[in-house]
């Protein structure tokens, strides 16, 4: 009779890469030993299987938070044969969902080098600003009174450029998450559980609930100490965008309800958000680089740091760019600085799509599906007595 053999890659499903097979055979593992239990979603979600299809490996992966909890705990982790290590086993999955989902899927090989696409992205974008700079003012340095950047660009050009660009990035997640979401939860649930699944995903979205460790103290980043503050910078990376969002929102109302056209003065609402979530996206970012930096390199798939800095860095420039340009807007920097924050910007919308952007839309599904699933009677337990 053969044995189970923790350390082989199962051959229950042949269709499985390399990266799949590794999550597979760990997940099987863990589904004997189940110590980790009460750290996250991954590991309730695992019990409720017995084999692990790919579409189970890549909810399991995006589910994830890469927290490294079960990583210090786990007592089969290296120098132990079976060589456990979730959260990097994970991530290199992870990886691979956001490449095979993307969409269009050809451009999904933009995650195999993406700190090159960022840098490349934000050259493009900043090349092309400085350049319709130069055309439309014949320099970088001309002051403008009241600091009205619409004599530069037209309020309707940027609209209409941006615009375009936003609308593509959101169309290219939407179809990305969708064929994601319909290989992953292929079955359907009630209409009331699928209210209380999704009030409850979103709490756990907004709170971040899985970068707690399971236990309130948070994640392992360099050691076995826990910190809350990855789970902070994260906040604050979040809720800045969504600030800057509302910004930018507001001001859209203002110019086409209100007929009031920027620039707005600094005690304005739109002004107001805008420097409250600039300065979430330079603290959160800088933060993240921090623990980045610092972070145990069995902690994740050590490839991905170009792609995970390379977001954090562009973040922080399209805030630090903003903000200057608004304390400058008056000087005769306003043209430079509208011309950098403008390409950066532009590069960020190009690669919302193919960057590390993407995990939070990828994840947000994923726990959509464990509240969902969670609610459902456990196949495991529905055939005994
Ligand atoms: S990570 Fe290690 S300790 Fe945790 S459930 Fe898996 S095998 Fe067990
Ligand atoms: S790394 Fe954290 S989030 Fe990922 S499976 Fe382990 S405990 Fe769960």
């Given at each position: 009779m053969q044995l189970f053999d923790p350390k082989a890659p199962s051959d229950l499903i042949p269709v499985l890469n390399l990266d799949e097979s590794e999550v597979q055979r760990q997940m099987t593992v863990c589904n004997a030993c189940r110590?980790?239990?009460?750290?996250?979603?991954v590991f309730p979600a695992m019990t409720r299987r017995l084999e692990f299809s790919q579409a189970d490996i890549h909810y399991l992966a995006n589910l994830c938070?890469?927290?490294g909890a079960c990583l210090h705990a786990c007592q089969y982790a290296a120098p132990h044969e079976f060589e456990i290590n979730v959260p990097k086993a994970m991530a290199k999955v992870r990886l691979d969902t956001y490449a095979e989902y993307a969409w269009p899927q050809v451009m999904g090989t933009l995650y195999r080098r993406n700190g090159l696409t960022l840098a490349l992205s934000a050259g493009a974008g900043l090349a092309l600003f400085l350049c319709l700079t130069l055309m439309v003012m014949g320099n970088l340095f001309t002051a403008i009174p009241g600091g009205n950047f619409y004599e530069i660009f037209p309020h309707n050009t940027l609209a209409v450029m941006f615009g375009a660009v936003f609308g593509f990035a959101v169309l290219a997640l939407t179809l990305g998450v969708r064929r994601f979401w319909r290989n992953v939860s292929p079955a359907d649930a009630p209409a009331q559980e699928k209210t209380a699944a999704a009030l409850e995903a979103t709490a756990n979205v907004a709170r971040l609930k899985f970068l707690d460790g399971g236990h309130g103290e948070g994640c392992n980043n360099a050691d076995d100490r826990f910190t809350l503050w990855r789970r902070r910078f994260h906040h604050f990376t979040f809720y800045g965008f969504m600030l800057c969002f509302a910004a930018t929102g507001v001001a859209t109302l203002y110019h086409f309800l209100l007929d009031w056209s920027a620039p707005y003065p600094v005690s304005s609402l739109p002004v107001m958000l805008g420097i409250s979530g600039g300065l979430g996206l330079l603290v959160g970012p800088a933060g993240l680089l921090w623990l980045n930096l610092r972070r145990n390199p069995e902690h994740g798939d050590e490839n991905q740091k170009p792609m995970d800095r390379g977001f954090i860095a562009l973040l922080f420039l399209v805030s630090a760019s903003g903000l200057a340009l608004l304390a400058f807007r008056e000087t005769a920097a306003l043209g430079l600085l509208l011309a950098i924050h403008l390409g950066l910007v532009m590069a960020f919308f190009l690669t919302m799509p193919y960057s590390k952007f993407a995990h939070g839309i990828f994840r947000s599904a994923a726990l959509l599906k464990y509240s969902i699933e969670k609610r459902q009677p456990n196949p495991i337990n529905a055939g005994s007595d």
């Open positions: 110590y980790c239990e009460g750290f996250c979603a938070h890469n927290c």
